[in-house]
């Protein structure tokens, strides 16, 4: 079990620092994961009714910064002392200082995620270029995986970007080789792609979505092709078991779609800091 182990280096204040700084990253990926999907449902609203010669039906400006967040009961713009991550939270009771509404708990569990895992890519990779790079890399996951249990939408917007970032960093074999990235991005893609043609031309039912495909293409430029049978190993037994125990438990109906990019998410989250561990020893197995 040797390949499990690891001596963090002493960066202590590096780690509380990313730890602090992805508090507030995690705020703000709270805006993210809750208006990325409305504007892609404004912007297919707007592309229908220009398309059937009508005028847009959203003309209001709507991104990530632009209305403020404000309580979606009453309308109360949140101030920036309502805002500090985790602890406004905690101060204001978990509801609308203006009408009492309940703030889901979601928001604070978002902030404290990304934060940890944040500050543990530090305190595992160092402070340096790979440390780094993995902070990014869990603030776009944190930001997927929520967004694909709320909508089961992957946006390009976030699995293209990762993608590319990945190939970029891998132009100086920060986590694999170019070659191993650019392969391991396309046979990503084609591994779930060719999973979907098949449940497809067997059932008739579409088994995932497009997003899945780019978001393993995305890990695969990342960590290179060896680590894809690791992470769709390890996302298929957790999607399973979830899913089975959510049938069982009656909580899921077996009919509804399971989202699968948080168990990628996940296993790719895994793979990057224990993956070439976890190859060996399955490897070794056969050897």
Known sequence: MEYFLFTPPENGISTLFIGILSLLIGSFLNVVIHRIPKMMQRESDNYVAIES???AVHTDRYNLVLPRSACPHCGHQISALENIPVISY??????CTQCKAAISLRYPIVELLTGALSAFMIWHFGSGINGLAAVVFVWFLVAMTFIDADTQLL??????PLMWGGLLLNVSGTFTTLEHAVIGAAAGYLALWSVYWLF????GKEGMG??????????????GWTQLPTIILLSSI??????????LSGKMNKNKPIPFGPYLAAAGLIALVWGKGITNQYLGLFA
């Open 53 to 55: 010669g009508k005028e």
């Open 90 to 95: 905690l101060v204001i009771g978990g509801k």
């Open 155 to 160: 946006p390009d917007d976030l699995t293209l």
């Open 200 to 203: 497809k031309l067997i059932t």
């Open 210 to 223: 497009y997003g899945d495909f780019k978001l393993l293409a995305a890990l695969g430029a990342w960590m």
């Open 238 to 247: 957790v999607g399973a078991t979830v899913g089975i125990s959510l049938i």
